[in-house]
């Protein structure tokens, strides 16, 4: 078994020291999901909740969260990020919605939790905005779905067989 990279030998906390570490073009895409009463899926798609534009207040929170992903996950090395982008799927019959963010570096470290907090976030703004209507909303499935750049190469999460 490898040794834990955010321990010192004594046990103690430590951040990953990526100084030698050659820096390359990196990306990260995550996805999740938040599943609703159709009430609300519906009053999402037609911009009827009250507190807003849901989509675009998410989209915009989620963009600032992968920005802040250092001072929210301990350890998390602060990056100059170049892109983040957050992109929502309606889907009809689960009535739900797909959240993806894509987040962009050039460094030495990766940006998969960058991307999976902008998902977090934007996906806890949804509930927010909507909470008043529907407080059995789901977050669910947040996740890397893809990854490139690094010594490890790149990362596509299988499909699901059966």
């Given amino acids: 078994m490898d040794a834990f990279t955010h321990m010192d030998n004594h046990g103690r906390v430590r951040m990953v020291d990526v100084g030698e570490k050659s820096s390359s073009q990196r990306m990260a895409v995550a996805e999740g999901r938040v599943y609703m009463q159709q009430e609300t899926f519906e009053r999402i798609m037609n911009q009827a909740i009250y507190k807003g534009n849901v989509i675009e207040t998410a989209r915009l929170a989620g963009i600032m969260a992968g920005k802040k992903t250092p001072d929210l996950i301990p350890l998390c090395h602060p990056l100059q990020i170049q892109h983040i982008s957050v992109d929502f799927i309606p889907e009809d019959a689960a009535h739900s919605i797909l959240i993806r963010a894509t987040a962009r570096v050039f460094a ?7 991307a999976m907090t ?30 490139s750049g690094g010594k490890s190469g790149t990362y596509i999460r299988p499909e699901k067989s059966g």
């Fill in 108 to 114: 030495q470290t990766g940006v998969e939790m960058e």
């Fill in 118 to 147: 902008a998902v977090s976030v934007a996906a806890l703004t949804i509930y927010d905005m909507c909470k008043s209507v529907d407080r059995e909303m789901m977050i669910s499935e947040i996740r890397l779905m893809k990854k």
